[in-house]
């Protein structure tokens, strides 16, 4: 008999919940009961500058309120450094892992530079960010241990050039319509990435480490996420290869737009479920305006 599908809705409680979260919540939870499958709540707070005591508190009061029950004990990235550390260690053992001490900053400096000097513009990544240009990939091992022990501020990024040459072509299972359609394969492209970040002097992982070994401890076999990391899933599944780790399907579900067209952020300070809540609205009329009907 096959294994019960896993399901998860993985928030940072670096804010509260708005309507876009909901949304996500939302069909992990229905999907997971329509194929009889497991639901599961991750709180990705390893990036412990920016993660609050209170917002995991209102997380899971906002779930609670929604009524979506999830599967216990939730799992805290806080609490499991060690398994961010283990794959930075098999990563690393490959020849895969170099540091950098450029800052943003100072990547965007150096990206004016080649852009004046060549006429032409610099890749930028799929945020939009400007490719690190790789001006550290060959850096001396005894100077860049030199530096990190004294104190200075570094990250630990993938050599993407040496990992790409360890995997062939790299494709995802996408469900653009949820898992009652046929699929589609997706090409992959993580060079579009450049060198990305695994983890920082501060960070025991990225965001990009952290969720593809969450997964695969979690045993989540169903991601549904929002649209904008879409892009994100071709780093992912570089990861997953290279680590020799599952491959779960995805479905990338599309967001909620404010007025000017923009996803709900918490950084511009989109309401929240709370306030939604404080203004007498129900939890189906939640599940209404984040365009799912009524439970």
């Known amino acids: 008999m096959a294994a019960a599908p896993v399901f998860r809705f993985a928030p940072s409680p670096n804010g509260p919940l708005h309507l876009g979260h909901a949304r996500s919540a939302l069909l992990n939870h229905d999907m997971a009961r329509a194929m009889g499958g497991r639901f599961r709540l991750r709180i990705e ?3 412990g ?3 609050r005591a209170e917002h995991v508190a209102s997380i899971l009061a906002d779930l609670d309120w929604l ?10 990235q806080s609490e499991h450094s060690a398994d961010y550390r283990a794959q930075l260690d098999r990563l690393q053992a490959m020849g895969l892992v170099y540091p950098s001490f450029l800052s943003r900053t100072a990547i965007k400096a150096a990206v004016d530079r080649l852009e004046a000097a060549s006429g032409q513009p610099w890749p930028r990544d ?6 690190y240009p790789g001006t550290e990939r060959d850096l001396a091992p005894t100077v860049a241990t030199t530096r990190i022990a004294a104190g200075e501020p570094f ?13 062939g072509p790299l494709t995802w299972t996408e469900y653009p319509d949820g898992f009652a359609a046929p699929p589609k394969t997706i090409a992959a492209d993580p060079a579009a990435w450049g060198d990305v970040i695994l983890a920082g002097k501060f960070t025991p992982a990225s965001y990009h480490l952290a969720v593809v070994t969450d997964d695969a401890i979690e045993g989540v076999t169903h991601v549904v996420r929002g649209h904008d990391l879409y892009p994100a899933t071709s780093v992912h599944r570089l990861l997953q290869t290279v680590l020799d780790l599952p491959e779960p399907v995805y479905h990338h579900h599309s967001l909620i737009l404010d007025t000017d067209g ?3 952020s918490k950084s511009r300070g989109s ?3 709370r306030a939604l809540a404080d203004d007498g609205l129900t939890p189906d009329d939640v599940r209404r305006l984040a365009g799912l009907g009524g439970s």
């Open 45 to 47: 707070d390893v990036d």
């Open 126 to 131: 799929p945020d939009g960010a400007p490719v």
């Open 262 to 264: 923009r996803k709900l």
């Open 49 to 51: 500058t920016r993660a």
């Open 67 to 76: 009524g979506l029950a999830y599967e216990r004990p939730v799992r805290r």
């Open 271 to 273: 309401r929240a479920l």
């Open 155 to 167: 990250s630990l990024r993938l050599d993407m050039v040496e990992a790409l040459k360890r995997v």
